[in-house]
């Protein structure tokens, strides 16, 4: 069984540009959750996708961060316009259900540089 | 609020010495779940073990043990007999079950740097 992907694995762009990140979770969990580690920092939650309605997205620093998740499979994760603080690890996670007694599985994350 | 704090930033052992990783958490909640994930080079966080606030039983996994003392809000993770393939970036993480919006997401810790030295 594959596990959770993220694509593209490493982005440099330039401030100002835009960025599309894509996960893909382990077929047949419902459940999806964007991280993303600053440099030194936690591991912080973003959002949280039950199929393709956002469950709970208390964690998206600001407007500029989009995040979708069409037919409730993939989901990508825009950042428009890209901030030097939005540097760092974005992390994807996939459950089969929701709440703690599900492990989440991530993936290996996409390292978003901005310069 | 809940909180996690991974106070040892980088150990640095010698290939078979035990080693344990601190975690110490904050929360309100008397339902909870704690974590660890192993984060090895390749990137990917892998899941460790999970335990529930209720069970404060302890956990042999091979040469992995874990203690959990609600008394100190510490969930600690040992390593015995340390290798080489151990060197990674451990979290701590913390999950409250009565979370409002229901996404019951993890709270992490700032990670432990473990490189062990052959």
């Known amino acids: 069984e594959a596990g959770v992907t993220q694509f593209p694995s490493h982005s440099v762009i330039e401030k100002g540009q835009t960025v599309t990140l894509r996960c893909d979770p382990i077929s047949g969990h419902d459940n999806l959750y964007w991280y993303r580690r600053v440099m030194g920092k936690e591991i912080k939650f973003l959002l949280h996708f039950v199929k393709e309605s956002k469950q709970d997205e208390s964690g998206m620093p600001n407007n500029r961060f989009l995040a979708e998740r069409t037919g409730g499979t993939y989901s990508t994760l825009k950042v428009q316009p890209a901030e030097l603080e939005d540097s760092g690890v974005y992390f994807c996670a996939s459950s089969q259900g929701r709440g703690p007694s599900y492990e989440q599985y991530f993936g290996p994350g996409t390292r978003l540089t901005v310069t | 609020a809940q909180k996690v704090t991974q106070a040892q930033t980088e150990i640095s052992v010698v290939e078979k010495e035990d080693v344990t990783l601190d975690c110490v958490y904050e929360t309100r909640d008397t339902t909870y779940y704690l974590f660890w994930y192993k984060q090895p080079p390749s990137g990917e966080l892998v899941f460790l073990i999970r335990?529930?606030?209720?069970?404060?039983q302890n956990e042999i996994s091979g040469r992995y043990s874990w203690n959990f003392q609600k008394s100190t809000s510490s969930f600690n993770f040992t390593i015995t007999a340390s290798q080489v393939v151990d060197s990674a970036v451990y979290f701590c993480a913390l999950s409250e079950a009565s979370s409002g919006a229901g996404s019951y997401q993890l709270t992490f810790g700032k990670g432990t740097k473990l490189s062990v030295i052959p």
């Open positions: 335990r529930n606030s209720f069970d404060e």
